[in-house]
């Protein structure tokens, strides 16, 4: 599931979403590649939800490098 999510977001996805605040996350359908944006995980996984009710989601946040820590901290992307 983690290697398909964020494949999809690296070769489909994150080209797509540029424009996208920094830290706003991207909600991903595995199987279908459908997404959401939202500066909310829950709303986005909730719209996605409303379009793709069997979905499996990954989720990404806009320029970091994960989109959970379980640290506590974030820490920003560096590319």
Excluded at 25 to 38: A, K, M, P, T, Y
Excluded at 42 to 52: D, G, H, N, P, Y
Aim: net charge negative; charged share 30%.
């Amino acid at each position: 599931m983690a290697s398909r999510g964020k494949e999809l977001y690296l070769t489909k996805i994150r080209d797509l979403t540029r424009g996208t605040a920094k830290g706003d996350f991207v909600v991903i359908d595995i199987h279908s590649g459908d997404f959401e944006v939202d500066s909310d995980d829950v709303t986005a996984t909730m719209r996605l939800m409303e379009r793709r009710p069997d979905a499996i989601t990954w989720a990404e946040r806009v320029g970091f490098p994960a989109a959970y820590n379980l640290q506590g901290g974030i820490l920003a992307r560096t590319e």
